[in-house]
C-alpha cells in the first residue's frame, strides 16, 4: 500500500511512538521511512552584534546535535526492524512546511506524525505543526494520538481505578 512514509520527530516521547509506529508499518508494508527533523530557525534580541555571533554559534551546535541525536532514534528503530532509512535535518522556521516539502521532494506516500510536540503557552502560541500539515498536505498524514509501546494488555488509566464499594 504505502511505500515511503516521511516520520517528523522533536524528540519528544509521543514523537518516539511515531516512529515505533512508523517502523512497524514499514516492515509489514515492505516500504522505506525517512526521518526528518526540523531545526528552527536562530532568532535573538541582543544588545550588541558580538553577543549575537557568539550564541549564535553555540545555539546551532547544540540544535545540530538535538537533530542527530533525535534522527539517530529512527535510524536505530528503523535499522532494528531490517527496514530501509534516510534521515534529513533541515532548518525552516516553520516546521510543517519543511516536513510537507520534504515529503514532496522525496516522494513519501504517508506522513506519520505525533498529534503534537509542544505543550502549554508554547502550543498555544505556535500553533499545532500536526494541525498545519494535516490542513498543508496534499499527502495522507497519519496521526499517532498515544503512545504505541503500550500493548493490548495493558489498559487505560480510568480502568485502573478501584471499584466503589
Given at each position: ?57 553555540r545555539v546551532v551546535q547544540a540544535t545540530r546535535q538535538h537533530a542527530d541525536d533525535y534522527l539517530a532514534v529512527i535510524a536505530k528503530a528503523a535499522a532494528q526492524a ?84
Amino acid at each position: 500500500m504505502f511505500k515511503h512514509l516521511l516520520v517528523p520527530t522533536d524528540g519528544s516521547a509521543l514523537s518516539e511512538a511515531a516512529i515505533q509506529m512508523t517502523v512497524t508499518l514499514a516492515m509489514e508494508s515492505g516500504a522505506k521511512v525517512t526521518g526528518l527533523h526540523v531545526i528552527p530557525e536562530f532568532h535573538v534580541l541582543a544588545y550588541g552584534t558580538e553577543m549575537i555571533a557568539d550564541t549564535e554559534e553555540r545555539v546551532v551546535q547544540a540544535t545540530r546535535q538535538h537533530a542527530d541525536d533525535y534522527l539517530a532514534v529512527i535510524a536505530k528503530a528503523a535499522a532494528q526492524a531490517g527496514v530501509e532509512c534516510d534521515t534529513v535535518a533541515t532548518n525552516r522556521a516553520h516546521p510543517y512546511e519543511a516536513i510537507i516539502s520534504v515529503a514532496a521532494q522525496r516522494n513519501c506516500d504517508l506522513i506519520v506524525m505525533a498529534s503534537h510536540g509542544r505543550s502549554g503557552m508554547r502550543a498555544l502560541l505556535l500553533g499545532s505543526e500536526t494541525q498545519k500539515v494535516l490542513t498543508h498536505s496534499q499527502i495522507p498524514v497519519l496521526v499517532v494520538r498515544q503512545s504505541t509501546q503500550a500493548g493490548p494488555s495493558s489498559t487505560p488509566a480510568t480502568a485502573s481505578r478501584p471499584s466503589p464499594p
